[in-house]
């Protein structure tokens, strides 16, 4: 098998990059030349703190609640704009920790969830 070197792009400009900035030990970012010597800047999403859901009493769940329907979908309520959304098929629920994370798919808050009185 021939291998073909890859054609890397710098971040800033979108001219070859010849240089990588070391942002983290698993990250580094790809610039060329000039972009190298000037100073950039790198956005970091948020972290948040993990939040607990409160079970609901009713269906639609209201922000900051969680629902199991009897068909046993498990819907939230999103605690930041209070969006009703349907988990996926990826999503499980061990020992009460939504896994993966939740992705608000209005508002785009992304969190570590647990469900307060989850019980299988």
């Avoid at 970091?44 to 009493?57: C, D, G, I, Q």
Wanted: with cysteine.
């Amino acid at each position: 098998m021939e291998l073909k070197p890859i054609r890397v792009l710098c971040v800033k400009c979108g001219k070859q990059a010849t240089h990588a900035a070391e942002y983290s030990k698993k990250v580094a970012i790809p610039l060329c030349e000039a972009c190298i010597k000037s100073p950039i800047r790198i956005a970091v999403l948020p972290t948040h703190e993990p939040s607990t859901l409160e079970p609901a009493n009713k269906f639609p769940p209201r922000k900051g609640e969680w629902f199991n329907t009897p068909d046993g979908n498990l819907v939230l309520g999103c605690p930041q704009c209070g969006s009703v959304v349907s988990t996926t098929s990826i999503h499980k629920v061990e020992s009460g920790k939504l896994k993966p994370s939740f992705i608000c798919p209005e508002c785009k808050l992304h969190l570590f969830l647990s469900l307060a009185e989850w019980q299988l």
